[in-house]
T-cell receptor, first 115, second 112 residues
Framework: NAGVMQNPRHLVRRRGQEARLRCSPMKGHSHVYWYRQLPEEGLKFMVYLQKENIIDESGMPKERFSAEFPKEGPSILRIQQVVRGDSAAYFC?????????????FGPGTRLTVT | AQSVTQLGSHVSVSEGALVLLRCNYSSSVPPYLFWYVQYPNQGLQLLLKYTSAATLVKGINDFEAEFKKSETSFHLTKPSAHMSDAAEYFCAVSDNDYKLSFGAGTTVTVRA
């Protein structure tokens, strides 16, 4: 009964490189959420996805960030041309249905360090 | 719009003493409220949640929280702290949609 899985757990990128973060939701969950946790802060909502659909990306920075949740495979959060300010922990969560969207189960996170 | 305020970024308690973590929220509608715990380098684990049933909510590891609408509070307590309770605790609110809004967190240290 695996929970939400994220990989890699730690990622180091130089400025200007691309970062790809992966998230596999809990079995039976088709709703995925991405959050970002900056140092000394709480988590901030970034994006909500269902299979092949972006439902709400209001928390995503306007440039360089994108997310997808394809029909097959994990959800991907992609950050192009990373900058030092992108260094943070990125958490993925999943929920079983839209009417229980508040019931989110979190993965262990990916800690991105930009050098 | 929802928001969460956690009073006190650091709390230190003696082993066996009461743990009290404060959380106040603002929400335009009756909210869903949550407490999560985060151990170092790990993800968030749900401790308990309030979803408009009983106002006193019991969670895992003897934690409980009480929803007080008149005070817009959802404080977390545990009668007797253990060393293993040392972690960061986050209060979160949702107004029945998917956006959880988190407080800035409270770090708990437990003294032997």
């Amino acid at each position: 009964n695996a929970g939400v899985m994220q990989n890699p757990r730690h990622l180091v990128r130089r400025r200007g490189q691309e970062a790809r973060l992966r998230c596999s939701p809990m079995k039976g969950h088709s709703h995925v959420y991405w959050y970002r946790q900056l140092p000394e802060e709480g988590l901030k909502f970034m994006v909500y996805l269902q299979k092949e659909n972006i439902i709400d990306e209001s928390g995503m920075p306007k440039e360089r960030f994108s997310a997808e949740f394809p029909k097959e495979g994990p959800s991907i959060l992609r950050i192009q041309q990373v900058v030092r300010g992108d260094s943070a922990a990125y958490f993925c969560a999943s929920s079983p249905s839209s009417d229980r969207a508040y019931e989110q189960y979190f993965g262990p996170g990916t800690r991105l360090t930009v050098t | 719009a929802q928001s969460v305020t956690q009073l006190g970024s650091h709390v230190s308690v003696s082993e066996g003493a009461l743990v009290l973590l404060r959380c106040n929220y603002s929400s335009s509608v009756p909210p869903y409220l949550f407490w999560y715990v985060q151990y170092p380098n790990q993800g968030l684990q749900l401790l308990l949640k309030y979803t408009s049933a009983a106002t006193l909510v019991k969670g895992i590891n003897d934690f409980e929280a009480e929803f007080k609408k008149s005070e817009t509070s959802f404080h977390l307590t545990k009668p007797s702290a253990h060393m293993s309770d040392a972690a960061e605790y986050f209060c979160a609110v949702s107004d029945n949609d998917y956006k959880l809004s988190f407080g800035a967190g409270t770090t708990v240290t437990v003294r032997a």
